[in-house]
């Protein structure tokens, strides 16, 4: 079978280069046109030494019609309110879409403009009907629908990681919906490849910090699947830290059960039912608690659960690599279910140790 | 005035180190003693090239007569279960103590015998009546009684992030004593100098990962002084994070306001005045969230508080060094109150950034 | 075609759990025993709870006899003087094998037990004819002998990076062959991964210093080889230095070109050319210089020369990752070579970035 | 004796709040005066919340007049062409300089525009006569002549740690003058402050890069005084490495013996007779080498010598704080001695370990 062509649009920042990386050994997808912005009209060996393509290619302006006639998908890894003005052309071509920024992440466009407010004051959008058939790219929950989407919202790190964990009790009924909190660890190529003094080596190492406390943009994402799954609205606590470290993410997510009844073991077999089906998820045994680095530079999310008797407090840990299964590996575990493919096709799920 | 004489045991961990550093530029207390167990008979100058002492001393056996004759103080930093074995002695002979590991900082024998069950097992104690007496050494809570102290159990890195922010909020009856959530991330340091292979710098690099979940020996620690200032039992969450760094320690702690009219500012105002005669905690603007680098290698604690106004979730962050405030810093300070000397003497408050 | 069944002897060390790593996803070759003293009798997935292994094997003993009836070759990651206890019993069993040590790296055993005198004393060796009939497994200089041996010796992260940089030059004549320094820059997991306090986190973060500065045990081995090459006999500078990173390798070497008509590009092309036949080693346009970061866990090794005209010093920059082709890679090169497959069959080129 | 009072111009930059930090607590020196250009018209506490300063100054336009004003000396911390158009006024209006740019570093103004050709470009420069009179501010070579200067010229981190190690050997004729290989280590604060891609932790860490390799400009001023001590001209070779952490510079330096008869000690003793009256500088024993932890965050400078009978070359190891003794400390001990005070008037010499 022919390998579906993909093209790729904002190549040499972190999510471009995971995709690109992915895709190189992908036996189903292949890269049939690279795009970028800042990095149009520059060869790619000149702009990544380190990571050679075949026929070392030049870096070309994202013109719709180009990437239409050359790509049957589109992975777009470009800054929030860029991708909106890609994504309408794009499909009107033929041109299927994972898009992963957070322009299609919310069903409601007006909740898009409230959340993304300086991105929305920059851009006119009139794409609600967009926003709205969107699918949420969390391919463990819809993947079906993802299978036939035009466009698909991938989340990034943060949601992925908290909804992993949330998303199966809140389903079950079985803990309490007040109180929630996530309190989440991210290493620093989260926030991207532009220079920025915050994120500078002298800065970041030997620190830890927390950032964006109460209202963080991704609160409220992870508020809407949430939501939809729980069946009732939910309002919850999520507050990042950065942490002196390049990639992985790991979520301790604080709840309170509402049977006393449970054990910690009975929450991980329910865990582990939950994600029986979902080939990138593994839930640890009770007592092993997950490190980042057990699944950087992999597509898997490593799960375990453990519960206060005391207090009935339910304590579920998530470790994932943010630029992988928080990003690109989502992104392409999205191609593949949209390609037809098996969700773990062309995708890492074991590490290089240490 | 005559300088006071300080016997420093254990000189070689990471907590004797950073004593002997501290009491190297002090004026108004000089080491007069070196002490160790592994290290006797071995001049400091091969133990320690990097740190030179006057007169290259030779580390001598921790015999109690010959540090009461040549000391007014001691600083144990000894292993737990350790420190037990040389206080009655010390104390008998008129040395006044302050005590770095965890031996009289429960206030009950039988509690510590519980919570270290694995040291009580091999040691046999008989001294009840000097863990009733010994003074928990936060200096920011009770001045007085560490002033007068023959012996002094000075708190670890956690509990004293912990009880900084939370004291005050308990002590007003502000928050929900319930459902209390303290999520803390600590730098591989505290683990000690000995080689543990989870603590190899390939292990931990590129690295976040959670544990002791659920009944860390911390949490009784913290609970009991909750418990005395609150005024009634508090059970909590505490979770202890590995990070990928040598020093620092970030308490961030969640719990519910139980007066919904209290803003942000309010709660930063009420701390600030909680700690204005604390010379060594500094609380900052709301908005303003602290580094663990921005208390590196000082005796300073750092607050911030924030609010959200949504569910009345009151988020308290502690930034200390694991090292220093959370250890040989702490009882420098409970030494100067000891000596009459101001709580700062000697102690350095501003960090060299970056 | 059936894949060759492997042993691997050391299995969770760092070296044996990238060498189960790469054969996991290996088209040609599969894990058919897993042997290991310390972990003997363990289940895997206890160990390792992040690499699970199909059908969750228990750690064997690793008896001669058993791995001959369940394996083709054998790859030991063992320390240095145990190999060479299994080396003879596997060989006779018709088990050809691949050692990761420094037991038969030595053409000569006497060398072998001057320069691991330690290891000597406590072994007594008679297999001075397997040491001279083992191969230097440096698959870019000897494939065809690799391709047809029994016994190949494969050189770890610091002869590797030197002796491709160097080798190329010593071959045609080109440099001086006094006054040759290579300076060296490693990551701490070549240390191992069992505990020692110098490589402990909390001491090797933030520092870099030189180790085994003059006489190291590398710079014998490497002058053996360069000797070898340039048909006289070579003494030169080997000067490692520990780097804070768990990974990664960069050698810079200096040695003065005889001829001083060369351009830089002259030596980079000199350079290409003789790895025109070696996929896995590239060369970087002059001006571009390597990054251990862009061959992490890879096997490719990156090599960059620069010319100072004025002094007609040359320098050669070598980086590799010191895990993959620093060692478990080179094996599994090594076995692809004698399996008769492809030399970069299984083995990743490119990194994951950053 | 009154302090005298010091400008601090750049005060937000790593130089600058090293400065800063250091004068904070010095016994003779007072700041008075905080410029910057880009910060100016900002309070301070909002520019750097965690070192706070008495008053909470309002940063300045480096204006000279109010400049001298208010100040005695001035601390110059600003990008290289800027100090030049600051240094003549702030001289006329008898304000004594500490420069730490490159601007006066070169006694030929000639060849500073060639060596800084990209920073002559944008300016005019007319003072020649101050390059040739501005003191070269390495304190253990011209301690008399840095206090009555009335510019001083403080080298940066490379070449003080090259000349510091080279110079005695060359004072005394030891050493082939040709040859010398010059291999340094630096940490990332090195870059500065300003945002740049290749510095941020997602790049750097993990990481070990050579730079500038051949010609950094670095080469000509470590040439430029070791020509001067040596009696005649020296070239030799420069290579900068960026070592994944934040501050810490080591140099190790192969060169050759011009006298076979020396033993590794004797270079020793030599090297401390040099330094004998050099209080911020210390020769390790024969064995012991120096790490950049040892010396983080003092004005040290840890110097360690080896020796290869087989080749006669010599290694010299010196470990210093990049930001202190190759910056920021070296500017203030060369205030020191300029105020007539002792060289190392508060300056931290020992770190706090780890």
């Known amino acids: 079978m022919a390998s579906k062509r993909v093209a790729v649009i904002g190549a040499s920042g972190y999510g471009g280069l995971q995709t690109l990386r992915l895709l190189h050994e992908h036996p189903g997808l292949e890269v049939s046109f690279l795009g970028g912005e800042r990095s149009s009209g520059k060869r790619w060996s000149e702009l990544v030494p380190f990571l050679p393509l075949a026929g070392d290619p030049v870096v070309q302006t994202p013109d719709p019609a180009a990437i239409a006639e050359q790509a049957d998908f589109a992975v777009l890894s470009l800054p929030n309110g860029l991708a909106a003005q890609l994504v309408p052309p794009l499909l009107e071509r033929g041109v299927r879409v994972v898009d992963l920024s957070a322009d299609y992440r919310y069903s409601s466009l007006a909740q898009w403009q409230e959340v993304y407010s300086g991105e929305a004051g920059q851009l006119s959008r009139a794409d609600a009907h967009l926003c709205a058939e969107a699918v949420y790219g969390l391919p463990e929950w819809q993947p079906e629908q993802i299978h ?25 009924g079985l803990i309490d919906t007040r109180g929630i909190v996530i309190d989440a660890k991210t290493g620093t190529s989260g926030g991207g490849r532009a220079a920025k003094e915050h994120l500078l080596l002298a800065e970041c190492s030997e620190a830890v910090s927390p950032y964006g406390v109460v209202g963080h943009r991704h609160t409220s994402e992870i508020e809407q699947l949430a939501t939809r799954v729980a069946g009732h609205e939910i309002q919850l606590q999520f507050t990042p830290h950065l942490m002196p470290m390049v990639r992985g993410l790991l979520a301790t997510i604080y709840c309170r059960l509402r049977d006393p009844g449970l054990t910690a073991e009975d929450c991980g077999t329910l865990l582990a039912s939950a994600y029986r089906q979902a080939p990138c998820v593994e839930v640890l045994p009770v007592g092993t608690y997950p490190s980042t680095k057990w699944v950087r530079q992999t597509n898997r999310a490593l799960l375990s659960v453990q519960l206060d008797p005391r207090t009935d407090q339910l304590i579920v840990m998530v470790a994932i690599d943010n630029l992988i299964k928080g990003q690109a590996g989502q992104g392409v575990q999205c191609l593949n279910l949209m390609a037809g493919l098996e969700a773990t096709t062309g995708l890492p799920l074991l590490p290089f140790y240490p």
């Open 148 to 172: 036939s989407a035009r466009l698909v919202a991938a989340p990034g790190c943060f949601p992925t990681a908290s909804l992993l964990g949330l998303l199966p009790f809140l389903k079950q």
